[in-house]
């Protein structure tokens, strides 16, 4: 029985709320791998913000492109979605269209906006979007429902 997800189930997963992890390549070292803030609509781009002096900025404009790995942990549904692909555009994050979208996605409303007010004069971020080239995908609730049968 494959575990592997269909293209419309990866794409609904990737679209709920999860926090990711960022893999992108760094010269003379592993990867930098660390949890991000992510959004995603089924068939479009995946899409991050970060300054664009950070370490993770600077490698992204290196590497021009990334990986994003999301999951869910509870057993026996564990499942994940990996994505790959390239960087098709590097953009001024503005607060109301990418910022505090992204904030109340994560945090709700009222958190959302009180995190976008502490963190207003932050400057230099950038909106990374990437098109999704390479899925990696497991579903082992699908071995579950298969063994029910």
Do not use: N
């Amino acid at each position: 029985m494959a575990l592997t997800m269909t293209k419309e189930e990866r794409e609904a997963f990737l679209a709920d709320v999860h926090v990711a992890v960022i893999s992108i390549a760094e010269d003379g070292h592993g990867p930098l791998v660390v949890p991000i803030w992510y959004s995603y609509q089924p068939g479009g781009e995946v899409r991050i913000i970060t300054g664009r002096t950070s370490r993770k900025g600077k490698l992204l404009e290196r590497a021009g492109r990334f990986s994003l790995c999301v999951q869910t942990e509870m057993p026996p549904y564990y499942k994940y979605v990996s994505v790959e692909g390239p960087i098709v555009t590097v953009e001024a994050a503005d607060l109301e269209r990418d910022r505090r979208p992204l904030a109340r996605r994560y945090l709700g409303t009222e958190l959302g906006d009180r995190y976008i007010e502490s963190t207003r004069d932050l400057v230099g971020g950038v909106l990374v979007r990437m098109q999704p080239e390479r899925w990696l995908t497991v579903d082992y609730a699908k071995h579950t429902r298969h063994a029910e049968s």
